[in-house]
């Protein structure tokens, strides 16, 4: 949707400190410096930003921005999802010490969508071993936008949820400059994180480049128990812009990256997290007074996923032979968008959009006696997407404005498979095998936003929104379980959400609040659920023998318990509020609420897998040169819950303890350029665990965890330097 100058305005004031671009210099040239605090840091205090963020405000409706430069408590992994965890309404499913799955409104997986520079990015493995949160590193971006609700088109299609943009911001300077961010964090469990980025700006080209790692070993809960956690990340991209003028600019960019890590809640690790990804980006602004803007997109990106059971653990004795798994997926993408303003009260964006993705995969059920890598890829899945879409802003008053969008998207998926698994050693013929499944899928909105009347220094504003979207089944959805009357998942029926968002925002001298209340209804909602009981089979000679080994035949099955999908209706509803109160010249306090219900009205039952009720209460002291916080979260217990039945991301498997847990933060700033912030989390070492975490699996010389419980007391420390 298109910004208004006031949008315009409020980003630019967000991203800017004394007229400057913002930058970050390892921790041992930090310690070395010792600058004393320079006048012009004093002389314009109230221009300084926090120091260490803990909240993110909403500014415009169902809208929020947040830097991700800046330093966070609690102290997020290096990778999408523990930052997003930091924003009041997400949560996420705990696996290890990286690579969760985030929820927003009690809502994942192809829910809700991820966007980096506007490329969809999509795992490749079978388990949501890698969702795409965990090929990001924020801290290599220049920004994060948050869109909450079916409450927009622009970003492809099925995003019932939200939408998240990861960005790297565009900007032609009026001169040349370099500009330079330089981080480096310590912390416990020998937590490392490093960030180099560096860039040349001119009014001609640029050129930008980044280096990020991040590892850390097993952290251990609140009562002592070590998880098995410990990753390794790295990542890297550099872009090359042509400027030639103030409306145009053609952008070309590149990023790699790998990893792995040791997963609590299973049996295999992630030893593989290869990504690779090119992308171009072509912006002409200014043609006319109709058309204004044309911007076209395209991408293409690979990712290669190995797991195994032997390389980050000790190979235990079930199955007691070492077992690699390969998934690869290789996805492309474009997108046309034109922006037109046939009145000066009226903007309206406009074009199509397509991605496709294959997906392959080949595994050894005993390395020892054939070798993952001599064995052919066997691609399983298709999948294509093209859409067209429109929204219109309309500015009715200069205190009244509507929100409108529609799309069609043209989705189409292949079957490759040609047997399914029951289990590791055995197979039936896909009764699907080579069928294309297409379906038309219809997206919408309408919202309406007013400013009220207030006094001199203050602002509000009333909202309200309708959205609905269709939402195709995924990957996940389709090719990793068994429907409810066949082996094959491929009809099952495309997910309808309608919504209502509706809320207020004010902001004062010395207060702010945003309220936003939601509440849908979900036709055909896709519910994944274990332990499903199906009639018996009698599974034939397995066709994959060179994966599996020789099965045997005509073996009768007298039940079986299964996972399957299931198409239900379902209703959600909830709200969030965030406020802030500046006590005095230096004290100030925030206070969040998040609560989300569900209802499975198929089943007369909970709707599984929803985070609990959770405040934030917040109080911080900020000098020009010093800060301190303290940072409180409460979460209420969470007896709500249906065994055995949630989403790709997990299911239920009991309720939780309530959990308090308190953290502390502190900041110097030496000079305008430098900034030393430290922390400790979880200061009272509570041990909990968040209700949608996964459960803990038996590992070798790890004890034996309920579920996968969060870290216990961890200290930090952080230096930036920004040039």
């Not at 397509?354 to 066997?378: A, G, I, P």
């Not at 699907?432 to 001199?456: D, I, K």
Request: with cysteine.
């Amino acid at each position: 949707m298109p910004r208004s100058t006031k949008d315009i305005t409020q980003k630019v004031t967000a991203n800017t400190l004394n007229g400057k671009t913002r930058l970050q210099i390892p921790l041992s040239l930090i310690l070395l410096a010792g600058w004393s605090c320079p006048t012009s840091l004093l002389a314009n205090a109230d221009e300084m930003e926090e120091m260490v963020v803990t909240g993110v405000r909403t500014e415009l409706p169902l809208n929020l921005i947040t830097d991700p430069k800046l330093p966070r408590q609690p102290l997020p992994a290096n990778d999408g999802a523990d930052y997003l965890k930091t924003i009041p309404g997400f949560s996420v499913v705990r696996k290890g010490g990286t690579s969760g799955d985030p929820l927003l409104r009690g809502m994942g997986g192809s829910r809700l969508g991820l966007l980096l520079d506007g490329e969809s990015i999509v795992g490749s493995g079978s388990g949501r071993m890698d969702p795409p949160t965990a090929y990001l590193f924020p801290e290599s971006l220049d920004e994060i936008e948050v869109i909450k609700g079916p409450q927009t088109v622009l970003h492809g299609p099925g995003n019932s949820t939200g939408v998240v943009l990861f960005k790297q911001l565009q900007e032609r300077p009026a001169e040349s400059a370099w500009d330079m961010h330089v981080s480096l964090l310590g912390g416990s469990a020998e937590r490392s994180d490093g960030l180099f980025d560096i860039a040349y700006k001119s009014p001609v080209f640029s050129l930008r480049s980044s280096a990020a790692t991040a590892s850390a070993n097993d952290y251990e809960d609140g009562d002592g128990n070590r998880v098995h956690s410990h990753y390794t990340r790295w990542n890297g991209k550099v872009s090359l812009a042509w400027t030639p003028d103030n409306d145009t600019r053609l952008e070309l960019g590149s990023t790699f990256s790998d990893g792995e890590t040791a997963f609590a809640d299973r049996g295999l690790d992630g030893t593989q997290f290869a990504r690779e990804s090119y992308r171009a980006n072509y912006v002409r602004s200014g043609i006319g007074d109709l058309l204004n803007t044309i911007e076209v997109q395209g991408y293409f990106t690979y990712i290669d996923h190995l797991m195994d059971n032997y390389s980050l653990r000790v190979l235990s004795a079930m199955p007691g032979r070492p077992i690699a798994m390969n998934l690869d997926n290789e996805s492309t993408g474009a997108k046309l968008s034109l922006l037109f303003t046939p009145l000066n009260t009226v903007e309206l964006t406009a074009g199509l959009d397509t991605r496709q993705n294959r997906h392959t995969s080949r595994m050894s059920m005993d390395q020892n006696k054939v070798d993952y890598r001599q064995l052919h890829r066997e691609a399983d899945a298709e999948f294509s997407q093209v859409g067209v879409f429109s929204e219109a802003s309309w500015q009715l008053s200069p205190d009244q404005r509507w929100i409108a969008g529609a799309r069609l998207d043209d989705w189409k998926v292949r079957d490759l498979r040609k047997a399914i698994s029951l289990s590791m050693m055995s197979s039936v013929s896909n009764p699907t095998a080579g069928v294309t499944r297409t379906e038309l899928l219809h997206s919408g909105f309408l919202r309406y936003e007013r400013a009220l009347q207030s006094a001199p220094a203050t602002s509000a504003t009333v909202f309200a929104g309708l959205g609905y979207s269709e939402r195709s089944p995924d990957y996940w959805e389709i090719f990793t379980h068994e429907a409810e009357d066949s082996f094959s998942a491929l009809d099952i029926g495309a997910e309808k959400t309608t919504q209502l968002d509706f809320g207020f925002l004010y902001r004062g001298e010395k207060s702010s609040a945003s309220l936003s209340f939601f509440a849908n209804d979900i036709r055909d909602y896709l519910m994944i659920q274990t332990g499903y009981q199906k009639p018996a089979v009698t599974v034939d000679r397995d066709p994959m023998p060179s994966m599996h080994g020789p099965a045997p035949v005509g073996v009768a099955i007298d039940t079986r318990s299964t996972l399957v999908v299931r198409n239900i209706q379902a209703r959600s509803w909830g709200l969030e509020l965030d406020a802030g109160y500046q006590l005095a010249n230096s004290w100030r306090t925030t206070f969040t609420l998040t609560s989300v219900r569900g209802a499975n009205d198929t089943d007369d039952t909970a709707l599984a897998q929803l985070p609990p009720l959770e405040a934030r209460l917040g109080l911080y002291f900020e000098l020009p040169q010093w800060s301190a916080g303290f940072l409180w979260r409460a979460v209420t217990s969470q007896d709500r819950v249906d065994i055995g039945k949630g989403s790709i991301i997990g299911q239920d498997f009991g309720p939780t303890d309530s959990a308090h847990v308190m953290s502390i933060n502190a900041g110097w700033r030496p000079s305008t350029n430098l900034l030393i912030t430290t922390g400790i989390d979880n200061l009272l070492d509570e041990t909990y665990a968040e209700h949608v975490s996964r459960a803990g699996a038996r590992i070798p010389n790890f004890p034996q965890l309920t579920r996968v419980n969060e870290p216990g007391r961890t200290l930090w420390l952080k230096g930036i330097y920004r040039l």
